[in-house]
Every structure is written in C-alpha cells, then in structure tokens.
Nanobody, 114 residues
C-alpha cells in the first residue's frame, strides 16, 4: 500500500490550497480515508475523515473552511482548504487502515503566513 500526498505550499492567511493523495495497492473504494496534520511542536491530529460511502467528519476548528472528498475511479483523496489561518501551518498526512495495518502518506507541508 502506498499513499502519495502532494499540494502543500506557502500561502497567505485567507488563501486556499488543495491537497491530493494518490492511493495504490488497496481497493480504495472500500476504505475510510483521513487527513491528519502535525504542527510545529504539536502532536499529530485528525483533521478530516471520509468513509467508504463518503460520509465526512471534521475537526471543529476547520469545519466550514476545509472539505474532504474522494474520487474512487482515480483512487484519489483530496482536502480543499479555504480561508487558511496561520494556525493551520503543519505537515499534512493522508492515512488509511487496511489488512490490519495503518498506512501513512509521506506528508506535505502547508505554511500559512500572517
């Protein structure tokens, strides 16, 4: 199983970014998917999740600003991030569980300047 995340970068506060995660080695449509993040000096935290049937949940502080979606045909996971704030600065990871194990993408850095 491989998860390849991309799309991070430097953006000003109030701006937008779209993260992508390509999944290979799993029957993607059957698996719940998540985005986590880890800010400087902080623990990794769950940001958003999407179930196999596309039900979504969000961390309270990103609700209304972030949107998690999936494309089961192309095996892609997305995180649209709008109205970004400096406190959103972190490394963002895509994540899933399959075959009794956890799998993480390599992380993509998002930096929001004030």
């Amino acid at each position: 199983v491989q998860l390849q995340a991309s799309g991070g970068g430097l953006v000003q506060a109030g701006g937008s970014l779209r993260l992508s995660c390509k999944a290979t080695g799993i029957n993607f449509k059957l698996h719940n998917m998540e985005w986590y993040r880890q800010g400087p000096g902080q623990e990794r935290e769950l940001v958003a999740s999407i179930s196999s049937d596309s039900n979504t949940e969000y961390k309270a502080s990103v609700t209304g600003r972030f949107a998690i979606t999936r494309d089961n045909v192309w095996r892609m996971l997305y995180l649209q991030m709008d109205s970004l704030k400096p406190e959103d600065t972190a490394v963002y990871y895509c994540h899933t569980r399959a075959r009794g194990s956890e799998f993480w993408g390599q992380g993509t850095m998002v930096t929001v300047s004030s």
